[in-house]
């Protein structure tokens, strides 16, 4: 894949029953990434939901791991249509097991009262040139799949943020996202887009709050649970601004809050996600 949208393309899920759908995974590091089948179950539900539905929030378990190179089967159960919501639930399956199960919430586009948490004062990004990212995919062609790390994988750019420079803010790490090469306008797939970056960059935020820059070896650390709630509508194709929190950690678990917001400083979508956290067991 060369950019992000041949990669949205290739791990959109294909319909092959009313309610029944097949998605293929790109050559990872051993398992498949969390944030891939969170995006591709979102996608699969939204095939069975009216036009006019939006998903507002996603609720989802991480059960087993996933293997890249089989296909996984994603069951959409229709639990309810309603005038105003309606649910969707799905389990993702290989060889007969689930490893993932999630449902989604859609609602009508309604007016109502607003406010909104104002994005951090971070020192905006800094576009990188056309010619640069060009380079980068052309780099990357020379690398083999396991050379690549999950960025180069999915076609992500991310750039860190100083969050020294808001004294007064509580993230533990905040980053800037974008994507190799524009994404059609489809909100749908932008709000699968966001759903795949939220698994970067929010799993290992109760371990930096720990004093730990990166993983440890001795470490063993997976994702547990993954929420996401859908504020504003999503444009993946501007930067987004990541940041994460871990108000708490404990019995072998951490818990780690996401905010996400666009350039216009609107908050557009917030995440939670538990983590195990444990020494390896010898």
């Given at each position: 894949m060369q950019s992000f949208q041949e990669m949205m393309d290739y791990i959109r899920p294909e319909q092959v029953g009313r309610y029944w759908f097949r998605g293929l995974s790109p050559q990872t590091h051993g398992r498949v990434f969390g944030g891939q089948v969170v995006a591709q179950c979102l996608l699969a539900a939204y095939a069975t939901v009216d036009e006019t539905f939006t998903a507002h929030s996603l609720h989802a378990y991480f059960l087993r791991g996933g293997d890249p190179t089989q296909p996984i089967e994603f069951e959409v159960d229709p639990i309810r249509d309603g005038n105003s919501f309606c649910t969707r639930r799905v389990v993702a399956r290989q060889n007969g097991q689930a490893i993932f199960n999630t449902s989604v919430s859609y609602q009508v586009q309604e007016q109502g009262f607003e406010h909104s948490e104002p994005m951090p004062k971070l020192q905006p990004p800094v576009a990188k040139p056309l010619s640069d990212i060009?380079?980068?995919i052309e780099a990357d062609k020379e690398l083999n799949p396991r050379q690549r790390n999950m960025f180069q994988i999915f076609q992500v750019?991310?750039?860190r943020a100083n969050i020294k420079q808001d004294p007064d803010s509580t993230l533990v790490r905040a980053h800037w996202f974008s994507t190799r090469g524009?994404?059609?306008?489809?909100?749908?797939?932008?709000q699968a887009a966001l759903a795949l970056i939220s698994d970067f960059s929010l799993l290992g935020t109760c371990i930096q709050k720990q004093g730990l820059e990166d993983w440890e070896d001795d470490l063993m650390i997976a994702s547990l649970d993954h929420a996401i709630w859908f504020h504003r509508p999503v444009n993946i194709n501007d930067y987004v601004l990541y940041g994460?929190?871990?108000p708490w950690a404990g019995n072998s678990r951490g818990f780690n809050r996401g905010s996400f917001w666009n350039t216009s400083g609107e908050l557009i979508a917030s995440t939670i996600q538990e983590s195990l956290v444990r020494k390896k067991r010898r």
């Open positions: 060009n380079r980068d750019q991310r750039e524009p994404l059609e306008e489809d909100p749908r797939l932008h994460s929190d871990s």
